[in-house]
Each structure stands twice: as C-alpha cells, then as structure tokens.
C-alpha cells in the first residue's frame, strides 16, 4: 500500500511543470502542503496572528479567482486590511484515479491542511467553497473562529438560476455527464451548460481601454475562463443530489464524515457577502443562510453589493470597499469580546 501511494505522486508531474503551463500568481506564495485533493498555498507576511484560509471554489475555474490580478485578488485586498496568516486551497482538476473522489474526501483533506495551519482559524468560502466552509465549521466547529461566506449558495429552496437549473434538467443528465467524462466532470462540458461568457468589464468592475496593460488583462481573463477544472464523478453527483436536489445542508441532513450536520448548532460568527446582480447565487439566497444558523444576530454581519457573481472576489469596486470592511471584521476586539456573551446567552 505504501509502495503504491508513491508510486501515485510519482505519477504525478513535478510542481513546477505543473504549474507551469497555467496562469502566474498575482501575490508572492508558497506550497506549504501537497495533499491529494489541493495545494495549500501560503499567502503569509508573518508568522504570528490569527490564520485565516480561503476556501476557494471548486467548480469550473481554478482558485486564482481569489488572485486574479493587481486591484481584482481577495488576497491582496485582505492583505491590505491587515490579515498577514493567510492561506488558500488551491484545487486539482481532477485525473481519472479520482473519479471515485466524495465531498467527505475532500472535506477530510480540508482538515488535514486546517490542522497544519493551526486552529482555530478563519474560514473564508467564496461561492461553492462557501458551502464546503460551512459544512466543516459545522462538522468542527471548535477548529473555525468567524465564518465569511461571499456569494455562498446554502439554502437552495431559495430560488435561483442555477438551483433552477439543476431542478429543470432530466434525472439522467447529470450521470450522462459524468459518463461521457470517464468517470468525471468536464469543466469543459460543464461550462458549455451557460448560456454566454461572462463580460469581462462588468466582472473586474472596470473599462478598459486599448493600451498595453489593458490587453494583457483581456488576454489573462481569456486564458483564466478557459482554463477549467475536472471534477470527481461521484463529488459531482453527491453535490447535485445532496445540496442541489435535495437540499440536505439546510434542512439538517447532511452527513458529513459519519456525522449528521445540523447549522443550528453552529455559534460562530459569520459574515454574509452577497451581490446585488448575482445571477449565480441572488442575494436573497446568499442572505437566507443566516435565519439557519445557530449564531447570535448580533454576530452576523451582512452586506449588499453592487456587483455580479464575479465580481465578488474580482470586482475592482467591491474588492476596494467591501473586503476591507470583512478584513476589519475578521480582527474586530469587539467582536471578539461579544461571543462569549452572546454564546452564553
């Protein structure tokens, strides 16, 4: 069994080849652990503080959605508000050998790299790495000091498009998807099932004009959209059945490994980030997670933002306006002296 785990990374291409033929990163960082479902990637200044984690969507396009580029990265505007500890998942496409791969593989790594961090921390889940947040803050709640949840779909009784779609679509086009991939989720397919590409100004918050800096921006853009993620059959499915169809994280019965999730029970305080345009997750969706937790109203922020779906973690404006304010949040005294009192209350 040892022999075959190493002969599995051997397998694997080195970091470097890797990475190489993506996207650079905006903000200086390291690997600082190689798990089989992620990288940790290690955006710290120092080494002392409060860590905070940004869970990073695993759906369609890679994590640099959190890094995008100078003035449209969640990094560097968290950085800016003062979060030095600051680390990121940085998700694999999924290979053929993980095709077999569950929300519980993925959650178990989650707590692996939790655990070399150093809880307790700050879980940051931006859209579908908001319901994956949650899901762990539930399962282990003792390890995530304040939850920050940005364009997170929970509650999908709450109408949406993309709820709206998965309800509409026949019972065997999910599967047909999966066994058209081999065993896995496309991106490629996955992305075809939207009905246009996202317009690029409207996501960075921006025009650009038709100098130098201004190409390399649509060039990057380009390049990043097209670059898309496989995902594990069986993580695919669960999530469609689980969380899409039957709703099971807001209604209490989600098992995550081997136990039953109720976000009643959750007291920790959480920080709601919607947008006003969201066409992915609506804001009264995004916003409908906080009548389902166990958290004290006065320890749930909640904030409305002129913005797209993308341009909640690229938007120029919101990344100017809106993350300062989170980041100011997350190292609030205040805050920090009302959880008790009103935990205990």
Not at 94 to 100: E, K
Not at 253 to 265: D, I, K, W
Request: glycine share 6%.
């Amino acid at each position: 069994m040892t022999m075959n785990a190493c002969l599995w990374w051997m397998d694997r291409d080195p970091l470097a080849q890797r990475d190489a033929s993506h996207l650079a990163w905006t903000t200086s960082n390291r690997v600082a652990l190689e798990l089989a479902t992620f990288s940790l990637r290690d955006f710290s200044r120092e080494e002392d503080g409060t860590p905070a984690l940004i869970c990073a969507p695993y759906a369609l396009h890679r994590a640099l959605i959190a890094d995008f580029a100078r003035n449209h990265s969640v990094v560097e505007a968290l950085q800016r508000g003062g979060v030095d500890r600051l680390f990121l998942t940085d998700w694999r496409s999924a290979s053929s050998d993980m095709r077999y791969l569950a929300i519980d593989n993925y959650l178990a790594d989650l707590n692996v790299a939790i655990d070399e961090i150093g809880p307790p921390l700050d879980l940051i889940g931006l859209c579908q790495g908001g319901w994956m947040s949650l899901l762990y803050a539930t399962r282990f709640p003792e390890k995530v000091r304040r939850l920050v949840l940005v364009g997170a779909p929970v509650d999908v009784s709450v109408e949406s498009e993309l709820s709206d779609m998965v309800a509409r679509a026949a019972t065997g086009a999910f599967e047909a998807v999966v066994t058209s991939g081999g065993g896995l989720a496309r991106g490629a397919d996955l992305i075809g099932l939207w009905r246009s590409n996202p317009d690029m100004e409207i996501a960075l918050q921006r025009s650009l004009g038709d100098d130098a800096d201004a190409q390399g921006l649509r060039e990057r853009f380009a390049r990043w959209h097209a670059d898309t993620l496989d995902l594990p059959g069986e993580f695919y499915l669960e999530t469609v059945e689980k969380i899409f169809r039957e709703n099971r994280l807001a209604n209490g019965r989600f098992v995550a490994l081997g136990r039953e999730l109720r976000l009643a029970r959750l007291t920790a305080p959480v920080f709601l980030l919607a947008g006003s345009s969201d066409e992915i997750v609506p804001q009264a969706q995004a916003l409908a997670t906080a009548s389902l937790l166990g958290t004290p109203p006065a320890l749930i922020a909640r904030e409305i933002v002129e913005s797209t779906h993308l341009g909640l973690f690229m938007g120029a404006r919101t990344l100017s306006t809106a993350w300062p304010r989170i980041a100011k949040w997350l190292s609030s005294e205040e805050l920090a002296k009302m959880a008790p009192r009103a935990a205990s209350a």
